[in-house]
């Protein structure tokens, strides 16, 4: 029966894993956000991978051989692949895809407001996303990164990812216990 598996490719190469798997017709899917970069003063904003050498594969094992994805270029291996493979529920799937739906279709995320109110989170603090397509989940403060940008620290699919988000997006943990409101 079809079901979604996690992929780890080689580094920076889902894009070439995923157009691989597509010759093959290979269903597969990268969750993206957007990330803006000021460039000599100007706004770009571009789709990153939400998960860096990750991709999801939507296939049947009994129809398509497990080696045929395996030798496919830029894929190392499916996560979780040993004798029995674990699949990925079609809600996780589902879930990241309205998170970054909703991520992509927001034409302003955050207003310049809500930044004078965001506290001052300190290096170790646990924080929990308010916005954004991480929104729910907990993380640990790592560091500032520039003026409006910070780097959380929080574990997915078993491995503890470094992201880049806008400072305004995470709230300290304790805030929401207190009742302090995050909007």
């Excluded at 045929?68 to 990241?96: F, N, Q, W, Y």
């Excluded at 397509?133 to 503890?160: A, Q, S, T, Y």
């Amino acid at each position: 029966m079809k079901a979604w598996y996690l992929l780890y490719c080689k580094p920076r190469g889902e894009v070439r894993a995923q157009q691989n798997l597509a010759l093959q017709e290979i269903e597969t899917y990268i969750p993206t956000f957007p990330e803006e970069k000021l460039h000599k003063g100007i706004a770009t904003v571009r789709r990153v991978s939400m998960f860096p050498s990750y991709l999801f594969v939507h296939f049947d094992p009994q129809i398509t051989s497990v080696a045929r994805i395996h030798s496919t270029r830029g894929v190392i291996r499916i996560v979780g692949c040993k004798e029995l493979m674990t699949s990925v529920s079609d809600d996780v799937i589902k879930a990241i895809r309205l998170r970054e739906h909703k991520w992509l279709t927001e034409l302003l995320p955050y207003s310049s407001n809500n930044e004078a109110q965001a506290p001052d989170i300190q290096c170790g603090d646990k924080v929990k996303f308010i916005d954004g397509p991480f929104e729910e989940l907990e993380g640990i403060f790592e560091e500032k990164n520039g003026e409006k940008r910070c780097f959380v620290l929080f574990d997915i699919m078993g491995k503890r990812q470094r992201v880049a988000v806008d400072r305004t997006a995470v709230k300290r943990a304790g805030q929401f216990e207190a009742g302090v409101s995050h909007k």
